[in-house]
């Protein structure tokens, strides 16, 4: 069977020995992000056609108005999860405090907590432009059997066991890693299989794509308005700007043709926008297995240490000489 023919299940089933815990577990880990995946999936395609759209009513920690749609990705993904009987616990950008899972049952063996944004780049989907899912996978920390705690959450990055997105655009893929790379599988929505489209995906070393909003750019650090305008000279370019305002979808094209995402601290969000455990730190991961970089400007993503569930970083990600150019920057204006 060619590598391309391969489904999501096959693949699984053929590199869980490369996986280095016991192999069932997150075999249904993924298995059930695939099903929720599906299921938002086909929500999101007909969020035009039915009364889904809009606001929820309701606003979530972060402040922000709650799209129906998050809602319920939110609950599916919970709903999945809690299911399939896998996880202690799971943290959602959508949920103020963690969700501890069936803790009453002394039997509760699951030694798997799951962060994710269920529908990141909501703020698109009224306009019709791509949006998805970002998840992150620990081992928990404390004693199996009892009930999850913080500390199972605040494991820094390069804790985690597996990563991934789904971008609900084009096409719906599921790309994600156990540490052993990144392969991408496309859904066929016909049958409903995700087919391994993607192999081995990897970041070009460089590339000519930057993805930041420039409208902040007056509030920016002098270090990122330094690499924005080097991106911009003449002799350097030519460059192109594309920002979606969908982080999976701007990282999944810079993926694949070579780019770098900025989302940097500015005087208006003292510590950037993005959350460091249910975006940064999955998309980090993902960005380092492919052969790219991750950063804050100055420290590697993976290597901070949490402190608080929602706390936001600055985030440079992308082609692994564009970040080290952006850092050299940043180190620069602040020397
Ligand atoms: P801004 C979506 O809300 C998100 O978290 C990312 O997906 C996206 O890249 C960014 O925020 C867009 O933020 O401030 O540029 O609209």
């Known amino acids: 069977m060619t590598q391309k023919n391969k489904t999501l299940g096959e693949f699984i089933i053929e590199n869980q020995a490369s996986f280095k815990y016991t192999t069932g577990e997150l075999s249904r880990l993924i298995n059930s992000i695939r099903l929720a995946a599906k299921v938002v999936n086909h929500e999101v395609n007909k969020a035009g056609l039915v009364d889904i759209i809009g606001a929820a009513g309701d606003v979530n920690i972060q402040g922000e108005d709650q799209q129906k749609l998050d809602v319920y990705a939110n609950d599916k993904f919970i709903q999945t999860l809690t299911n399939r009987n896998i996880v202690c616990g799971i943290a959602s950008e959508e949920e103020d405090d963690f969700i501890t899972i069936n803790s009453q049952d002394s039997n509760n063996?699951?030694?798997?907590?799951?962060?994710?944004?269920?529908?990141?780049?909501?703020?698109?989907?009224?306009?019709?432009?791509?949006?998805?899912?970002?998840?992150?996978?620990?081992?928990?920390?404390?004693?199996?059997?009892?009930?999850?705690?913080?500390?199972?959450?605040?494991?820094?990055?390069?804790?985690?066991?597996?990563?991934?997105?789904?971008?609900?655009?084009?096409?719906?893929?599921?790309?994600?890693?156990t540490g052993a790379g990144v392969?991408?599988?496309?859904?066929?929505?016909?049958?409903?299989?995700?087919?391994?489209?993607?192999?081995?995906?990897?970041?070009?070393?460089?590339?000519?794509?930057?993805?930041?909003?420039?409208?902040?750019?007056?509030?920016?650090p002098q270090g990122i308005k330094d690499y924005i305008k080097y991106c911009q000279k003449e002799e350097t370019g030519p460059y192109t700007a594309r920002y979606i305002g969908s982080l999976v979808s701007d990282f999944h094209r810079n993926m694949i043709k070579g780019g770098i995402?900025?989302?940097?601290?500015?005087?208006?969000?003292?510590?950037?926008?993005?959350?460091?455990?249910?975006?940064?730190?999955?998309?980090?991961?993902?960005?380092?297995?492919?052969?790219?970089?991750?950063?804050?400007?100055?420290?590697?993503?993976?290597?901070?240490?949490?402190?608080?569930?929602?706390?936001?970083?600055?985030?440079?990600?992308?082609?692994?000489?564009?970040v080290e150019k952006a850092e050299e920057f940043m180190r620069n204006a602040s020397s």
């Open 109 to 177: 063996q699951n030694k798997y907590v799951v962060l994710i944004d269920p529908l990141d780049g909501s703020s698109n989907i009224d306009v019709n432009v791509s949006v998805g899912t970002i998840f992150s996978i620990y081992r928990r920390v404390t004693p199996v059997g009892t009930p999850v705690k913080m500390a199972d959450f605040l494991q820094k990055g390069n804790q985690q066991v597996a990563a991934g997105y789904v971008v609900y655009g084009t096409s719906t893929m599921l790309v994600y890693t």
């Open 183 to 220: 392969n991408g599988f496309t859904l066929n929505p016909a049958i409903g299989t995700f087919y391994l489209s993607h192999p081995n995906m990897q970041f070009p070393e460089d590339g000519r794509i930057y993805s930041v909003n420039e409208g902040n750019y007056i509030h920016f």
């Open 261 to 322: 995402y900025l989302y940097p601290k500015s005087s208006k969000n003292e510590k950037g926008k993005l959350r460091l455990l249910y975006e940064c730190n999955p998309m980090a991961f993902l960005a380092e297995q492919a052969n790219g970089k991750a950063s804050d400007g100055f420290q590697r993503i993976l290597d901070i240490q949490p402190t608080e569930l929602h706390e936001r970083v600055p985030f440079i990600c992308g082609s692994k000489n564009m």
